[in-house]
Structure formats: C-alpha cells, structure tokens
C-alpha cells in the first residue's frame, strides 16, 4: 500500500509528491521512500543547505536504469525470455554495489526499492561503495544447474558492459548464490578477457572470494542484536529466537545465535514453517537447502519438529523475531501477535520485511526494532571487504574478517545511537540509521557538485 503525505514535514511533501509521480505503480518504491522521508524532519531544518541543492530530490531519481531482454534455452529446447534489471541509484561515495535478486516477482520498482535502500545501507558501512541494486524475474526453482548457467550467461551478456571493479559491482541477494555468482563471473571474464576479480562479490573463495561473505549478513544481524542487548546488560543466552526464511541470511543468523548460546526454535520458506523447540538442527537445514535444495517440509521428516503449511511464522512465541526471507511479510497482524507472545526484540535481515504499519504496531508496544538498512549491513560490508583483499591481491584469514566484520556492526550501531541523539530523538535506531546514511550520502553530493 502507497504510503500517504500528510505525515511529512512540509518541505518534504511536494518531494514524496514527486516521488509517486515518475515512478507511478511502484509501491515498494514508494513505501521505502516514505520510510527515509519520515526521518528526514529534523534534517531538512537543520541543514537548509540540502534543500537548496536538492539533494533529496536527486538522491529519489537514480542515476541510470537498465532493462534488458534476457534468451535462454531451457532443456527441453524451448526459448525462455525473462527481463533482466540494474538500477544504479547513487555514486556519491564509490561504485555502484549491490546484488542481484532472481526471483518472478522482481519487477523495476523491486529493484528501485532495493538500491535505494543500499545507497544509506552502504553509507552506513563506512565503506567506499554507492548504491545499486539489479535483477530478473527469473525463477531458479525447479531449473538445472544447465539451465541456471545458460541464463547466468545470457544475463551477464547484457550486462557485463555496465559493470567493472569502478564502476559497478554486483553480488547475490535473493536466488542469487554462489553457484549464480561462478557463472556470472566465468561468462565475464570470457567476454572480457581479464581476471577482473573486484566485478563481483560472494565468489569462491579459491577464485577470489573473501572469507565470511557467506556467514556475513546473518551473522552482522546477529552481532547488531548483540549490541542492542548489551545495551540492556542482557544476551543471547536463553532467548527464544524465531528466524524467517531458510536461505543464506537465515541458516547463518541462525548459526550465530546458536553460538551465542541462544534457541532458535522456527524457520521457515515460502511454503510453511518449522518449530523445533530443541532449536533447529542447522547441519540437517545445510544440507537440506544449500545441497539439495529441498523443501523446509522435509525438514520435519523423522524428527521431534513440526511443519505447519502456510499459516505464520509469526505465531511462534519468541523474545527476539528476526525477519529474514523477503519485503512486507511481518504485517501489523503479524506484530500484534508477537507483542501479545512477549517479543521484545525485532530486528530485519531481510531488506524491508516489515510493513510501516507493522513497525508502528513494534514500536508503540515499545519493541525494540532495528531497520534492515542498519541491521543487515555486515552482508555488503564484508562484499567491500572482498573488493579491498581483490584490490590488494591478498587474502584475510576467517578470524581477521570476522573481526573487522564485528567492528562494522558495532560501528553502524554506534553511530545509529549517535546520531539519532544528536537528531534529538535518542535510541531510536530508525531514525538514526536513516540520517546517518542520508547525511553521509548528501555531504559527498554537495562537495561533487551538480551532477
Ligand atoms: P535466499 O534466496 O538465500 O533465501 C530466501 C529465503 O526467503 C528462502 O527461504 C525463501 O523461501 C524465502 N522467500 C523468498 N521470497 C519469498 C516470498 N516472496 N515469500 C515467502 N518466502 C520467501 O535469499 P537471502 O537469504 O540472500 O535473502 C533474504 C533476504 O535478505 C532478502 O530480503 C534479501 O534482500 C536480504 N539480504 C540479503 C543479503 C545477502 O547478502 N544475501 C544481504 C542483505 C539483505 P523459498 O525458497 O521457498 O522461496
Ligand atoms: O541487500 C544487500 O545488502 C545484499 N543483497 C548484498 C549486496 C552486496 O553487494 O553484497
């Protein structure tokens, strides 16, 4: 649902205005747009200086948008068409960075709502890198390893000429892993002719990939949680942890929790759920959804779990929820129902997962919440961190990159607090995560000049 006006500062409005005007339909757009423009009262009366350039205008109209027609063969010999996206939102501070999502509800105002929410997530890591976000409505489910590489390579085939090390550089987000990332680098370098490592991130790590990318989102999740728990002189250990979603953000936050001496007793995929109140098994869940690719269902097989069909997640009782499959699937219902159980913990992996309703419900119940553009981070944090070994020719052991990784976090959450202090709105992460992110971003706009 389109988020309305009313709510913004005056000389907000006519921007949002804009905003639903050129991007009409786009309601993923617009929802992450209206999110940033809540926050944004106090910055435009402080910083008049944003106005008169336009800065927050410029920031909503990305700087380039590309789709493409995307061939392939599947392997029955039919031709398969699918639409293949890159919306490079913001250059302000580095290249373009941002993975790539295949999955068949990516439309453009997907991908625009997700490289928008980059540029401050990207900001916020402290990290030389703009934001962009790309895609298709490419479906892997069900596809052969045949059929994933040829249209991996009928995509990069398109699009390889809008990327490069400086320019542009995408990595994996939604149906995009490491297998897509191999072939999407192979068809690169073949179409190239150089070994240009930094075009990509969340490679192999015996071409060019970083130690911890794969743990990294779930695990910077987990850390930033860790963070707002030490606040309150608490941990991890023996709380009830509920995760959605069973793919690469989910299985790794949930394999820092259960290090971190908590419970995770549900996961989920986009057919139902699983409660194991013993807390989930994660090497049966690796296998079952890195290695075979399975359904969660198979997950309750033989085992003291159960797996309920459809129904929510959300009904599992928990003291920290973390929302880790996909935008808008925690609702106010959902967060009334949490509340109600005793939850006082939300935190998103997942980019945008809870509606603005959904939030408000969270934080008038006085849940602590923290945004995915804050809490998400450690994923493209440790992607520039890829970019630093490739540049460099070198590589780091695990311990040094999940130390520099655990430093991000607790540098993004540090400067959530600072600053939404300074914004006069102290230990709301929202708020502060999205002014830091904006202010960083803004600062370099103004300093570029009118580009
Ligand atoms: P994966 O493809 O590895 O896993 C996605 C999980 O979410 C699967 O369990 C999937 O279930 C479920 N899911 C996806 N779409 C839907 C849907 N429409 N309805 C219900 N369930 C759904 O993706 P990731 O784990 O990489 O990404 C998860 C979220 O985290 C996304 O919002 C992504 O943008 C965000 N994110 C990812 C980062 C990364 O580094 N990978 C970094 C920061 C954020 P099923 O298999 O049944 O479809
Ligand atoms: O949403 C995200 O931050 C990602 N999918 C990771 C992006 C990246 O470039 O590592």
């Given amino acids: 649902m389109t988020p309305t006006t009313s709510d913004l500062h005056p000389t907000l409005r006519p921007m949002y205005e804009t905003v639903l005007r050129r991007n009409p339909g786009e309601s993923e757009f617009h929802q992450a747009a209206h999110e940033v423009f809540e926050s944004l009262s106090p910055v435009v009366a402080k910083r008049p200086e944003y106005v008169q350039a336009s800065i927050i205008e410029r920031i909503c109209e990305p700087e380039r948008q ?42 453009l105002g997907t991908v625009k709502f997700l490289g928008f929410e980059q540029i401050f997530k990207n900001a916020l890591t402290g990290l030389p890198i703009g934001g962009g976000k790309g895609g298709s409505d490419f479906d892997p489910k069900g596809r052969s390893d045949g059929e994933v590489m040829r249209f991996c390579q009928s ?36 179409i190239t002719n150089r070994y240009e490592a930094g075009v990509l991130t969340g490679k192999g790590l015996s071409w060019g990939g970083s130690q911890v990318r794969t743990e990294a989102t779930g695990y910077g999740l987990v850390y930033f949680v860790d963070e707002m728990l030490r606040a309150q002189q608490t941990s991890f250990e023996g709380k009830k942890v509920v995760i959605s979603g069973s793919g690469n953000v989910a299985i790794y936050a949930a394999e820092k929790v259960a290090q971190l001496a908590g419970t995770v007793v549900a996961m989920s995929d986009s057919g139902g759920y699983v409660v194991d109140e013993n807390g989930m098994d994660l090497e049966v869940m690796k296998d079952l959804k890195e290695i075979r ?103 780091w052991s695990f311990e040094t990159t999940d130390a520099r990784l655990r430093d991000i976090m607790q540098g993004i959450y540090g400067s959530c607090m600072m600053t939404a202090e300074e914004y006069g709105m102290p230990g709301d992460v929202i708020a502060g995560a999205n002014i830091a992110g904006f202010t960083q971003v803004a600062d370099a706009m103004l300093s570029q000049g009118v580009i």
């Fill in 66 to 107: 590309i789709i493409f027609r995307v061939p392939w063969v599947d392997d029955a010999g039919k031709v398969q068409i699918n639409r293949g996206f890159r919306v490079e939102f913001n250059s302000a501070l580095g290249p373009y960075k941002g993975g790539l999502r295949f999955h068949p509800s990516v439309l």
């Fill in 155 to 190: 995509f990069m085939t398109e699009l390889y000429r809008h990327l490069g090390e400086y320019t542009d550089v995408p990595a994996g987000d939604i149906g995009v892993g490491g297998r897509e990332i191999g072939y999407l680098f192979g068809q690169y370098k073949r």
């Fill in 293 to 395: 690719r399975g359904r969660i269902s198979e997950y309750a097989e033989g085992r003291e779990a159960r797996y309920l069909e459809g129904g929510t997640i959300w009904d599992v009782p928990c003291d920290i929820a973390l929302p880790c499959a996909t935008q808008n699937e925690l609702d106010e219902t959902h967060a009334a129902t949490l509340v109600k159980n005793g939850v006082r913990i939300v935190a998103e992996g997942a980019n945008m997962p809870t509606t603005q309703a959904g939030t408000r419900a969270l934080r008038e119940a006085g849940v602590q919440f923290a945004p995915g553009k804050a809490a998400n981070a450690g994923g493209v944090a440790t992607s520039a961190l890829e970019m630093q070994q490739n540049a460099s020719r070198d590589s």
